[in-house]
T-cell receptor, first 114, second 115 residues
Framework: GEKVEQHESTLSVREGDSAVINCTYT??????FPWYKQEAGKGLHFVID???NVDRKQSQRLIVLLDKKAKRFSLHITATQPEDSAIYFC?????????????WGSGTKLIIKP | DTTVKQNPRYKLARVGKPVNLICSQT?????MYWYQKKPNQAPKLLLF???????READTFEKFQSSRPNNSFCSLYIGSAGLEYSAMYLC??????????????FGPGTRLTVL
């Protein structure tokens, strides 16, 4: 079955710099890749996603890149701010008609240093 | 209100005793999920309800039960807690049928400690 890996368990960047969080997946049929953020003491919440018909998506300071050949996708946070500090989870999902669930990565803790 | 509520936030249980966790949402979502989350591990889907239909993952089939008496509430029941059940339990809901592209809304979690 599908496996999703997040290679960095912790990432530390200076405020104002960019942060990049990487994920890889194994199932070439996966077609949907969301990112969720978990702040301290709170539940996960959706931040951005990308579907396999595009290779780039941007929402304000967040950019997601998808490389289907390498089975890799990444979250880029530009001009980082203290409120970006959180744990970020990536996930992958097979096509909609499979009725199968998201497969999650283990999370990357992003620390924004002043 | 887009919040998912979970009760209790912290639960202490004895080995061999039952545990019942509660989740609620008022978004009229069709699907409600329960995940188990251990430190440095990915969230693990335990089961989900799509409307009134319960789907349990094959490897956790016998360990967890659930009920959904109405659209808003969903419980997670452990009949006999073992030490390995100590974890954060996350409830989530989504508007559409499970899988695919439905955004999931998560509660804050219940931290279960089994002693």
């Amino acid at each position: 079955g599908e496996k999703v890996e997040q290679h960095e368990s912790t990432l530390s960047v200076r405020e104002g710099d960019s942060a990049v969080i990487n994920c890889t997946y194994t199932d070439t049929a996966s077609s949907y890749f969301p990112w969720y953020k978990q702040e301290a003491g709170k539940g996960l919440h959706f931040v951005i996603d990308i579907r396999s018909n595009v290779d780039r998506k941007q929402s304000q300071r967040l950019i997601v890149l998808l490389d289907k050949k390498a089975k890799r996708f990444s979250l880029h946070i530009t001009a980082t701010q203290p409120e970006d500090s959180a744990i970020y989870f990536c996930a992958a999902s097979p096509p909609m008609d499979s009725n199968y669930q998201l497969i999650w990565g283990s999370g990357t803790k992003l620390i924004i240093k002043p | 209100d887009t919040t998912v509520k979970q009760n209790p936030r912290y639960k202490l249980a004895r080995v061999g005793k039952p545990v019942n966790l509660i989740c609620s949402q008022t978004m009229n979502h069709d699907t409600m999920y329960w995940y188990q989350k251990k430190p440095n591990q990915a969230p693990k889907l335990l089961l989900f309800y799509y409307d009134k239909i319960l789907n349990r993952e094959a490897d956790t089939f016998e360990k967890f039960q659930s009920s959904r008496p109405n659209n808003s509430f969903c419980s997670l029941y452990i009949g006999s807690a073992g030490l390995e059940y100590s974890a954060m339990y996350l409830c989530a809901s989504s508007r559409d049928r499970p899988g695919g592209y439905a955004e999931q809304f998560f509660g804050p979690g219940t931290r279960l400690t089994v002693l």
